[in-house]
C-alpha cells in the first residue's frame, strides 16, 4: 500500500518500510528509480516520475534519484542540459556524434544478445566480449571530456553571475546619483517616470533578496507586500509612518487595480518551481512612459537598464543551479561507469556459461551502451534546439523525445527472474527489445535540411551603422571604462525580418589608446527584440549574454573582428554593452565623441509569410 493510502502518517510509514525491507530496500529503490526515469523519458510524465524519485530518496537517500528529482525542480532535460540551453547551429559537430558512437551501440548490444544465445560457446564470448572492452574503456574518455566540459560551464555561470551583480550595483549608485538631481529640482522620480513598472522592477528585487534558490522562488508571491522594500528611500512616509505609493497606502495600494495590473504581468510565470517576470510587459511600461525633461529620460534609460539587469540575474541564478548540478551528474556518471567496467573486465577474465551471470553481464554491456545512447540523444537535443534558436520557433526542442533505449524497469526485472530459473528467451527478447528502441535514434540529419532551406530564405544581407552620442553613455564610458546602448528595433526598416548577426565592428572615435586600436569586450546581453516573417508583431527575446573581444578603431574605421564572434546568428537590436579590456591601461577618452556599432546581419525582406512545416 503506497504511503499516501495509508493509516499511518508518511514518517511512520516509510520507517515500517525500512525494517520491512530490510536490506532489500536499496533493490527496491533501484528499481523505482528506474521506473521513474522510464516515465520521465518515454512517457513524458514528470510528476509521476517525480513520485518514484522521492520515494526512492526517502526509503535510502538514492543519490541517482536525488539528482533527478533535482533536474526536474531546476527544468533540466532527463539528460542534465537545460530546455532553454543556449547555442549556435553546428550541424556538422551535431552528425560526427552520430558518426563516432551510433556503431558502438550496435556492436556492445549484438554482444550482449550473443552472450546468452551461445552460453556454451565460451571460447568465442570471451574473444568477442574483449573486443568490445575497448569501447567500454572508451567511456573513461567520454565523462572525463563530460566533467571538464560541466567545470567550464560551472565557472562560467558563477562568473557571470557575479559579473551582473557588479553591474546592478554601479547601475544602482548611477540611478541614486540621477534621482538626487531630480529631487533637488523638485522632481518626483516615482510619479514622474516609472509608476508601475518601476513597481514590478522593486518585485523582481525583493525576490531576489529573499533568496534565488528554487524553493524559495514560489514564495516570491508574498514578497510582492515587501517589495516597495527596494525604494523606500522614496516612498516611505515617516510621518504617517506607512508606505506612500502615488498617494496611496500599502493596504490600499494592494486593492487598487493599479496593484492588480502588475500582477497581472507576473502571474502565470510560475512553472516548475521557478519564478519569472513578464521582461515584455515591465520594458513595454517603461517606454511608454513619456519624460521630457534630459534627467528625467536619463532615469528612465538607467531602470530599463536595471530592469533587464534583473531579469538577467534571475536566468542566471538559474544557470548556475543547473550547472552545478551539471557538474555533480557528470561525475556520479563516470562513477557509475568505473564500477561497470571493473565488473565487465572481471566477468571477461572468468567468463564462464552460467546463464545469470551472463544475463548480468550482458545488461552492464547494455547499461554501457546506454551511455552512448544519452550522448547521442544530448546532440540530437542540441540540433532541435539549436534550430528552434536560430528559426525564432518553439517546435523542435519541446516535443523532443529523450526514451531512447528505455525498456519498462518491470520487464527487465520479468526477464532476470526466469534466467536464475535457467530460461534465457525472455531475456534475449528484452535485449531484442533494447535493440529495437536504439535502431530508431533520431536523425539531426533530418533537420538540416529545414535549417538550410530556412537559411536560403534570409537572401539581404544589410552593412549598418548606428552612431552614439549621448553626452550620459560617453561619460559613463570615460568615468566607469563601461557603457550601455541600445539598438533599437525601429531603426531597422519593418520590411526586414528574421534578422541575425554577422559581425560586429565597434569605434571609439576620437579615443587614444597605446595602438591603433583599443580591446574592448563587447557583450550581446541577450535581451533583443526581433521580427519573424510570418507575423508583424515584434517579439522579445531573453537569453545569456555572448561577450567576445573586439578591437576598436578611434577614427570610425572599420577592423575586420578577431577570430569568430560569438553573437552570431542572434538579433543586432538588443541591449549592448562595452567594457574597456584591463589590459588597456593607457586609454585617453576624453575627446571621445561617439561610439559607433557597425553590423552586418542577413535578413528576409518583403512580405509575410506563413511558417513551413
Given at each position: 500500500?503506497p504511503p499516501?493510502?495509508?493509516?499511518l502518517?508518511?514518517?511512520p510509514?516509510?520507517?515500517?518500510a ?14 523505482r ?6 516515465r ?5 510524465n ?16 538514492h543519490?541517482?534519484a ?15 542540459v537545460a530546455?532553454d540551453?543556449?547555442?549556435k ?9 552520430i ?6 551501440v ?12 551461445h ?13 568490445e572492452?575497448?569501447s ?14 560541466a567545470?567550464?560551464g560551472?565557472a ?8 551582473n551583480?557588479?553591474?546592478?550595483d ?8 540621477v534621482?538626487?538631481e ?7 522620480p516615482?510619479?514622474?517616470v516609472?509608476?508601475?513598472?518601476t513597481?514590478?522592477v ?5 525576490a ?17 507586500a ?6 523606500e528611500?522614496?516612498?516611505w512616509?515617516?510621518k ?14 494592494k ?7 502588475m500582477v ?11 519564478l ?32 533587464e ?6 536566468l ?10 551539471a557538474?555533480?551528474?557528470a ?14 573486465e ?5 567468463l564462464?556459461?552460467?546463464l ?13 551502451a546506454?551511455?552512448y545512447?544519452?550522448?547521442y ?10 534550430l528552434?534558436l536560430y ?5 523542435y ?6 526514451g531512447?533505449g ?12 526466469l ?38 530564405d534570409?537572401?539581404?544581407v544589410?552593412?549598418q551603422?548606428?552612431?552614439?552620442t ?6 559613463a564610458?570615460?568615468?566607469?571604462g ?17 534578422l ?14 597605446e595602438n ?12 533583443a527584440?526581433?521580427?519573424?516573417q ?9 537569453a545569456p ?14 577592423l575586420?573582428?578577431i577570430?569568430d ?9 538588443a541591449?549592448?554593452?562595452?567594457t ?5 591601461t ?28
Amino acid at each position: 500500500m503506497p504511503p499516501e493510502q495509508a493509516l499511518l502518517r508518511p514518517g511512520p510509514w516509510w520507517a515500517k518500510a525500512r525494517a520491512t525491507l530490510a536490506s532489500a530496500r536499496w533493490q527496491w529503490a533501484d528499481h523505482r528509480t528506474r521506473v521513474g526515469k522510464y516515465r520521465w523519458r518515454v512517457e513524458g510524465n514528470a510528476p509521476a516520475a517525480l513520485v518514484e524519485f522521492d520515494a526512492a530518496v526517502t526509503l535510502v537517500q538514492h543519490a541517482e534519484a536525488d539528482r533527478l528529482r533535482k533536474y526536474i525542480h531546476a527544468d533540466l532535460t532527463p539528460l542534465g542540459v537545460a530546455y532553454d540551453h543556449d547555442l549556435k547551429p553546428d550541424f556538422s559537430m551535431f552528425e560526427e556524434v552520430i558518426t563516432d558512437y551510433g556503431p558502438m551501440v550496435q556492436s556492445l548490444t549484438t554482444v550482449a544478445t550473443s552472450l546468452l544465445l551461445h552460453a556454451a560457446d565460451v571460447s568465442n564470448n570471451k574473444s568477442k566480449l574483449e573486443q568490445e572492452l575497448a569501447s567500454v574503456e572508451g567511456l573513461q574518455s567520454v565523462q572525463d571530456a563530460a566533467i571538464a566540459s560541466a567545470q567550464v560551464g560551472n565557472a562560467f555561470a558563477l562568473g557571470e553571475l557575479e559579473l551582473n551583480k557588479m553591474r546592478i550595483d554601479t547601475l544602482i549608485a548611477e540611478l541614486k546619483a540621477v534621482e538626487k538631481e531630480m529631487k533637488e529640482q523638485g522632481v518626483d522620480p516615482l510619479e514622474t517616470v516609472l509608476g508601475v513598472a518601476t513597481a514590478l522592477v522593486a518585485v523582481v528585487g525583493a525576490a531576489y533578496s529573499g533568496g534565488a534558490t528554487l524553493a524559495a522562488l514560489p514564495a516570491a508571491f508574498g514578497l510582492i507586500a515587501d517589495a516597495t522594500k527596494v525604494l523606500e528611500s522614496k516612498i516611505w512616509d515617516a510621518k504617517a509612518g506607512e508606505y506612500d505609493i502615488n498617494g496611496k497606502s500599502l493596504g490600499e495600494w494592494k486593492d487598487s487595480q493599479e496593484y492588480k495590473d502588475m500582477v497581472a504581468g507576473i502571474e502565470g510565470f510560475v512553472d516548475k518551481a521557478k519564478l519569472f517576470y513578464d521582461k515584455a510587459k515591465v520594458v513595454a511600461d517603461l517606454f511608454d512612459t513619456d519624460v521630457d525633461d534630459e534627467t528625467a529620460k536619463r532615469h528612465k534609460d538607467l531602470t530599463i537598464q536595471l530592469a533587464e539587469l534583473e531579469f538577467q540575474r534571475r536566468l542566471l541564478e538559474l544557470k548556475k543551479l543547473q550547472a552545478g548540478l551539471a557538474l555533480d551528474s557528470a561525475i556520479q556518471v563516470k562513477h557509475v561507469a568505473e564500477q561497470d567496467q571493473q565488473a565487465i573486465e572481471q566477468l571477461a577474465a572468468n567468463l564462464g556459461s552460467d546463464l545469470a551471470i551472463l544475463a548480468g553481464l550482458a545488461g552492464r554491456l547494455m547499461r554501457s551502451a546506454q551511455v552512448y545512447v544519452d550522448l547521442y540523444t544530448q546532440y540530437a537535443f542540441f540540433a532541435a534546439r539549436a534550430l528552434d534558436l536560430y528559426t525564432l520557433e518553439d517546435h523542435y526542442a519541446p516535443t523532443f523525445y529523450f526514451g531512447l533505449g528505455y525498456i519498462h524497469p518491470d520487464h527487465e526485472a520479468d526477464a532476470l527472474l526466469l534466467v536464475d530459473d535457467g530460461q534465457k528467451d525472455q531475456f534475449i527478447a528484452l535485449v531484442a527489445e533494447y535493440q529495437e528502441t536504439v535502431s530508431t535514434l533520431p536523425d539531426p540529419f533530418l533537420l538540416k535540411p529545414v535549417y538550410d532551406a530556412y537559411d536560403a530564405d534570409l537572401t539581404t544581407v544589410q552593412h549598418q551603422y548606428w552612431n552614439f552620442t549621448d553626452p550620459e553613455i560617453l561619460d559613463a564610458l570615460r568615468t566607469t571604462g563601461q557603457a550601455a546602448v541600445r539598438i533599437p528595433l525601429s531603426s531597422i526598416p519593418t520590411s526586414r525580418s528574421e534578422l541575425k548577426i554577422l559581425q560586429v565592428y565597434l569605434s571609439l572615435t576620437g579615443a587614444v589608446g597605446e595602438n591603433e586600436t583599443i580591446l574592448v569586450a563587447l557583450e550581446h546581453t541577450g535581451n533583443a527584440e526581433n521580427r519573424k516573417q510570418s507575423s508583424p508583431t515584434p517579439i522579445i527575446l531573453s537569453a545569456p549574454p555572448r561577450r567576445s573581444i573586439v578591437a576598436a578603431t578611434v577614427d570610425a574605421s572599420l577592423l575586420d573582428p578577431i577570430g569568430d564572434q560569438k553573437f552570431w546568428g542572434r538579433s543586432p537590436t538588443a541591449l549592448w554593452r562595452l567594457t574597456i579590456d584591463p589590459s588597456e591601461t593607457a586609454v585617453n577618452l576624453d575627446g571621445l565623441t561617439e561610439i559607433q556599432l557597425v553590423v552586418d546581419y542577413k535578413c528576409a525582406e518583403g512580405g509575410r509569410r506563413a511558417r513551413s512545416a
